[in-house]
């Protein structure tokens, strides 16, 4: 009788072990997640801040140098910034360089399709149940679409999960995974402010790390003495690294300038205004917290003194601010699914089925490719979201002199007419450190004489949206008159005197 060669038996075993991992259910699932991910991003490409971004990273890449004072606008005199998102900026303008339009659609669905899988594996390392693991992706994905965009939010959020996954290592496996935290905040300083919220983070972790109690379904285990000591010292080390940044303590106290320094920012943009109750994600917010609460009832779960604390962080935030509901998406998903991991049996992958796995990856595959939006569709999402036909009209009628522009045009004329000073656009933070912020609000909502405004930045002519009350109070006015209108924009020109 021929026998087979044991070290051809073990390569076979372990080939067959390769395909169960390739092939396996969770890695279905993140195919699945991949294709959400681009099914919800395709009709998102124009966003009125990808523009700055992009041409800021244009400055960054083509001069090597991060600039520290405002380079498009003719009414902030030059104002310093505190260019806080430079790195994400040159990865925006990096994927435009080599694709275009569609270079920045694949970054969008690439970081988009980083940030669900990377929920979900966190999630499901956190609640032990790679299933119910599923919906805390999904709780993520929906929170997540208050700010799918060409943005350096995307980077920032996906850092945090992964701080949180970094934490959760840590804590159940080793603490030498803390020491992945220095090297993440030293990138995530120079990408987004919401690095901030990942130290605040850091300080609930070790603040309940001290406790030991049981209070009725509230439970906290105090951390032994090597890792609390583990993830002190990482936090020091994550100190220092957010110093390397081009302007030092500025750059680090940004996101606190934001939020205690700028009350027409957060009180005027649309996104920094209060959450919506009657809204789908308010309405959303409100189901997630009631599941969990009643399952701590019902089912006599266990809610941990930490997730109590960042459950509490994440709901202030989103009711406080839109914008920060995906925040609250990211921080309440991983503690639903483990309340809610014993309601569904955990993964085996000794009763996996490989083979219909990979069909159904191959089909999240093929439905991401044909979903990938084409040129001329991405073309048409710029020309429908922005002033284009209006901008044409200003290069071939050689319109010269100071430009007013609608607030949400700012960022596409820093792109398109980089040659014509901007009066504003999306970094709100600059113009009301420079006062122009408050001066166009109260210009633009009819709360000061028109003229006191105009005659103050010497406007020549305005490039404004249609539904601008300004397009109906200016043409009133003796000396304006209106040389361009379309269905979205209007341009008014000074009559000479």
Known sequence: MKTVPPAFGTNRIARVDLVRQIFSFPVMLSGLLAMLAVLTVRHRLNDP?????????????????????????????????????????????????WGGYSGLMLWLCLFTAALLIAGYIFCS???????????????????????????????????????????????????????????????????????????LLLGVFLFCSFFNFRMGLLESSRWDLRH????????????????????????????????????????????????????SRGLALLAILGCIFLLLI????????????????????????????????????????????TSWETYNPEQDHPWPNAALIA?????????????????????????????????????TGHMLNSYVYGGYLIWELPEDPVFLDGRADLYEWAGVLGEFAQWANLQSDPNTLLNMYSVDFCLLERSSPMTRVLPLLHNWRVVYSDNASVILMRSAP
Not at 248 to 277: A, R
Not at 369 to 377: C, E, G, H, S, V
Request: a positive charge; charged letters at 10%; one cysteine or more.
């Open 49 to 97: 801040d990808m523009w700055w971004h992009l041409k800021t990273g244009e400055v960054i890449v083509s001069t090597h140098t991060i600039p520290t004072t405002d380079l498009f606008s003719y009414t902030t005199n030059h104002h310093t910034l505190v260019p806080h998102e430079w790195f994400s900026q040159v990865l925006i303008y990096d994927a435009y360089r």
């Open 125 to 199: 390392r956190y609640s032990g149940n790679s299933k119910t693991a599923f919906l805390g992706a999904l709780i993520i994905w929906f929170f997540s679409t208050t700010g799918l965009a060409v943005r350096p939010q995307l980077i920032g959020y996906l850092l945090l999960i992964l701080e949180l996954l970094l934490v959760h290592l840590g804590r159940t496996l080793s603490p030498r995974w803390f020491f992945g935290l220095p090297p993440l905040f030293a990138v995530w300083v120079n990408c987004h402010g919401s690095f901030f919220l990942g130290f």
């Open 228 to 279: 609390r000591r583990m993830l002190s010292i990482a936090i020091g080390l994550s100190v220092a690294a957010l110093f390397l940044n081009p302007v030092g303590v500025k750059q680090v106290l940004y996101p606190l300038n934001t939020l205690l320094y700028q009350p027409i920012n957060l009180s005027q943009i649309d996104e920094w205004k209060p959450m919506q109750w009657n809204e």
């Open 298 to 341: 019902i089912r006599q779960s266990t809610l941990f003194w930490h997730e109590l604390l960042v459950l509490t962080l994440g709901t202030w935030f989103a009711i406080s601010h839109l914008r920060m509901a995906f925040v609250f998406g990211i921080l309440a998903a991983p503690i639903l699914s483990r309340l809610i991991s």
């Open 363 to 399: 089909l999240s595959l093929l439905m991401c490719f044909l979903a990938f939006p084409n040129r001329q569709y991405l073309l048409s999402q710029v020309n429908d979201g922005n002033p284009v036909k209006a901008v044409e009209f200003i290069k071939t009628h050689h319109l």
